[in-house]
């Protein structure tokens, strides 16, 4: 079975200033999408940013980048330039290529944004 | 026009009541999917259904039975509600395969669900 980790519960950064979240995954299968969604107050699931195992070339998204590793399954976040309106909860989450497949998620990790 | 909407977004009951949740999607995806987030907001998967069929079931109690009436729609009634039955649940739909448009899921706006 996949799993997701994300082992940091929480974390903070000053605005204007660079943040990494972390998560590491496991799984068997060699095809697959790892995403990062955030989940603001609104409680609205929003996807930041895809990235499609097969491809070396980390994906990127205005100030949204990863970091993929996949030999070691690590798939971290990094938000550049931190905004107040980044506060939010985000979860990492894999899903395997193929038909009928599901997104499993992380625990997540709470991010504030200080002033 | 709302991707994927569930209705209603807050619902308060009394335990032992019966109560649905409805969902529909216009992003012409064929597979459509429940998820329920915790207290400490852990997202896990009850169902997911393709083209009306029931494709994922996760170990979720009986008294939770999903309805598909078309690809368009995924239901969600519960039976004899438990204070344990208090979360959010989000319906999420997508294409079937994970390969086509990257796989990702797009969400509604969640309901939240407070058993009394």
């Known amino acids: 079975a996949q799993t997701v980790t994300q082992s940091q519960p929480e974390m903070s950064v000053q605005e204007a200033e660079t943040v990494t979240l972390s998560c590491t995954y496991d799984?068997?299968?060699?095809?697959?999408?790892l995403f990062w969604y955030k989940q603001p107050p609104s409680r609205q699931m929003i996807l930041v940013i895809r990235?499609?195992?097969?491809?070396?070339q980390n994906a990127t998204e205005n100030r949204f980048s990863v970091n993929f590793q996949k030999a070691a399954k690590s798939f971290s976040l990094k938000i550049s330039d931190s905004q107040l309106g980044d506060a939010a909860m985000y979860f990492c989450?894999?899903?395997?290529?193929?038909?009928?497949?599901?997104?499993?998620f992380g625990k997540g990790i709470t991010l504030s944004v200080r002033p | 026009d709302t991707a994927v909407s569930q209705t209603p977004k807050y619902l308060v009951t009394q335990m032992g009541n019966d109560k649905s949740i409805k969902c529909e999607q216009n992003l012409g995806h064929d597979t459509m999917y429940w998820y329920k987030q915790d207290s400490k907001k852990f997202l896990k998967i009850m169902f997911s259904y393709n083209n009306k069929e029931l494709i994922i079931n996760e170990t979720v109690p009986n008294r939770f039975s999903p309805k598909s009436p078309d690809k368009a729609h995924l239901n969600l009634h519960i039976n004899s509600l438990e204070l344990g039955d208090s979360a959010v649940y989000f319906c999420a739909s997508s294409h079937r395969l994970a390969g086509a448009f990257f796989g990702e899921l797009f969400f509604g706006e969640g309901s939240r669900l407070t058993v009394l």
């Open positions: 990235q499609e195992a097969y491809k070396q």
């Open positions: 799984t068997s299968e060699s095809d697959y999408y």
């Open positions: 989450a894999y899903r395997r290529t193929g038909a009928n497949s599901k997104l499993t």
